[in-house]
């Protein structure tokens, strides 16, 4: 069954600008993660947020997770071209044996 | 280079025909998912083994078998009962923890209908 939900569907953005996304969700979590697919490949992890966490960075990445209003966001500062990409929010819940739930993702253009 | 592999890349199938996807891991993981992925939409769970010779039905298993002989191999069959296999299908793995950790992912094959 599927949790998450991304909001936008779709971002267009320039070189070097900030690229927001969103994901809400709606049963308690252990932990929510954010992943990155390029065109006709697989998935690659970038970052896990426990629900005891509110905020967590790696490199440009910057994930916050509030789970009073059960929603994620993930910002790509200074993004690159190669930041083009759809992001898929994935939560684990105990209500589901911690097997991964994704949403059906943002699509990031970033345009030079 | 430890990882996942999957394949073939490209699969095509006639109707009232099997195939079959193969997934190899060399990430010693005990873990390892089948997922399947339709266009704009999110990934969809069809079966997980969490060890030898042991799986789960996952949310959409009908269609579909599976086999875990060996811990590093989990292969995915598509049988004719499955009437829009039309799909991207990905296979994962991961540690086996108490709670869900990091996936890691294959690079997928593209499963057409002839």
């Known amino acids: 069954s599927q949790q998450g939900e991304e909001d936008p569907q779709a971002l267009s953005i320039q070189e070097g600008e900030n690229a927001t996304m969103n994901c809400s969700y709606k049963?308690?979590?252990?932990?929510l993660q954010w992943y990155r697919q390029n065109s006709g490949r697989g998935l690659v992890h970038l970052i896990l947020?426990?629900?005891?966490?509110r905020e967590k960075h790696s490199g440009r990445l910057r994930v916050t997770l509030d789970t009073s209003k059960k929603s994620s966001s993930l910002l790509i500062t200074a993004s690159r071209a190669a930041d083009t990409a759809s992001y898929f929010c994935a939560t684990a819940a105990r209500s589901n044996d911690y097997k991964l739930s994704f949403g059906a993702g943002t699509t990031v253009t970033v345009r030079a | 280079d430890g990882g996942i592999t999957q394949s073939p890349k490209y699969l095509f199938r006639k109707e009232g025909q099997n195939v079959t996807l193969s997934c190899e891991q060399n990430?010693?993981?005990?873990?390892m998912y089948w997922y399947r992925q339709d266009p704009g939409q999110g990934l969809r769970l069809i079966y997980y083994?969490?060890?030898?010779?042991?799986?789960q039905k996952g949310d959409i298993a009908e269609g579909y078998s599976v086999s875990r002989e060996k811990k590093e191999s989990f292969p995915l069959t598509v049988t004719s009962a499955q009437k829009n296999p039309t799909a991207f299908y990905l296979c994962a793995s991961s540690m086996l923890t108490a709670t869900n950790e990091k996936l890691f992912f294959g690079s997928g094959t593209q499963l057409s209908v002839l």
């Open positions: 947020i426990r629900s005891n966490e």
């Open positions: 990430l010693n993981h005990d873990a």
């Open positions: 049963t308690s979590i252990n932990n």
């Open positions: 083994s969490q060890i030898v010779n042991d799986f």
